[in-house]
């Protein structure tokens, strides 16, 4: 998952981008409200951290202008001011939860694991795809109860994929909520990622849960553990 960092604060704004890198989130980052809203309005984002406070405008109005294009990306607005009225306002502004300063890192993650859980429809806690079980808590993943090893990117590609199974997956779409604004879009990391989940995914001579549709993307089904056989249409990378 993708998400926006929005905090002026130079040293706060790097640990909050590492520690959710090691939490398995793509991260962006920007420093004003001129970079957000750029960013925003740019890039598909999953959830968006925004500070109040920024040099060039406020916050809250970042959250006004998303709610005004329609967009609907989860809000975690944070602030260094605890009173009723500074809460209310971030509310009123379209944010969808509201954290004090200073903060734990652990309240954090619950808070933000608890808004892309409700966005943008209310989502399990663990995603079932036949005998793939991929738990959103945890961060990991399972098939036929084996535990699958996978790297932060792995997973996240694996989530994205487990979110929307049975739907075809653009490349573009997959690349925009797993990698972060520094990917090089005409790379080959995504097939050779998709070839490395496959491998870890599904035991050898059984169909392949990631399908490839030519010119279309990925997409995730169910299968029955039946030896493998190309499916009409379908062709892998």
């Known amino acids: 998952m993708r998400l926006l960092v929005v905090e002026d604060d130079a ?16 991260v962006d980052v920007a420093a004003d409200a001129t ?5 925003a309005a740019v890039n598909e984002y999953d959830a968006v951290i925004l500070d109040i406070g920024l040099p060039g405008g406020s916050g809250l109005d970042i959250c006004r202008e998303l709610r ?11 602030t260094a001011r605890d009173a009723v009225s500074d809460r209310v306002a971030g509310l009123d502004s379209g944010a969808d939860d509201y954290l004090v300063k200073p903060f734990e ?10 808004l892309l859980r409700r966005q943008p429809a209310v989502l399990p806690a663990e995603l079932v795809v036949g005998d793939l079980i991929v738990d959103t808590r945890a961060q990991r993943a399972t098939r036929g109860g084996r535990d699958l090893a996978l790297t932060a ?38 097939e050779v990622y998709i070839n490395r989940l496959r491998r870890k995914l599904d035991p ?29 249409g379908v062709d892998e990378p």
């Open 204 to 232: 050898s001579g059984t169909a392949p849960m990631i399908q490839t549709r030519r010119g279309a993307g990925y997409m995730l089904t169910p299968t029955s553990g039946s030896p493998h056989t190309d499916a009409p």
């Open 105 to 114: 890192l652990d309240e954090l993650y619950a808070r933000l694991r608890a």
């Open 35 to 39: 970079e957000a809203s750029y960013l």
């Open 68 to 78: 005004q294009r329609g967009s609907h990306v989860s809000v975690l607005m944070l």
């Open 11 to 26: 040293r706060l704004a790097e640990l909050l981008a590492r520690a959710l890198r090691e939490q398995r989130y793509a």
């Open 153 to 190: 990117k792995e997973y996240e590609m694996l989530e994205h994929l487990a979110r929307h199974a049975g739907r075809v997956i653009g490349r573009a779409e997959l690349t925009e909520h797993v990698w972060d604004a520094n990917h090089d879009p005409a790379s080959n990391a995504l």
